[in-house]
């Protein structure tokens, strides 16, 4: 009987954890689907991005402190985000699909990545570099790498604090 009875007190105390986790994620719901959206850019690879982490997610013990539960949903985000476009790219070089549909789509994965992730989502270059896996003074090359790919963006140096500059974008009247 006493086994039978801490058998239901771990299942309860696992089912509590997932349930919490799926709290915590619809009271940040907003903040980790742009994130998801800014990434992925597709309502139906965000729908699965989102049922993949919640998976993640829930064989992990939640501990309930904000800035390590936070950090643990971020990259999971990232890291499933990462491998779904590389599936996708995989899926679109075997159709041939053309990938001038999005101005960023025709970046490698890595500069466009950090791009979105440094100046869309606005995340600190330390975190790009934790989330990605890639050195820190790394981050300014991809940078660099996905504006000159871009085009239409001007660098201008020094505004708002950044390292990079803001970007504006030049528009051409034609």
Partial sequence: MATTNSGWTQAAV??????????????????????AWYLLANSGLVEELFLRAIVLLDA????GLEPSASQQVRSIIVSEAVAMIAEARRKEMAE???????????????????????????SP???VARLLGVE???????VSTAVQSIGGFQLCAGEAGF????FRTIVSRS
């Fill in 14 to 35: 696992e089912t509590s954890s997932a349930n919490l986790w799926h709290y915590y994620l619809l009271e940040h719901l907003e903040e980790f689907a742009s994130m």
């Fill in 136 to 142: 820190l003074n790394e981050i300014q090359y991809l």
């Fill in 125 to 127: 270059e330390a975190e």
């Fill in 163 to 166: 390292g990079y500059g803001v």
């Fill in 60 to 63: 992990i013990p939640f501990n």
């Fill in 96 to 122: 041939n699909w053309n990938a001038q549909l999005f101005p960023l789509s025709g970046l490698p994965d890595l500069p466009r990545l950090v791009f979105v992730l440094r100046f869309i989502i606005r």
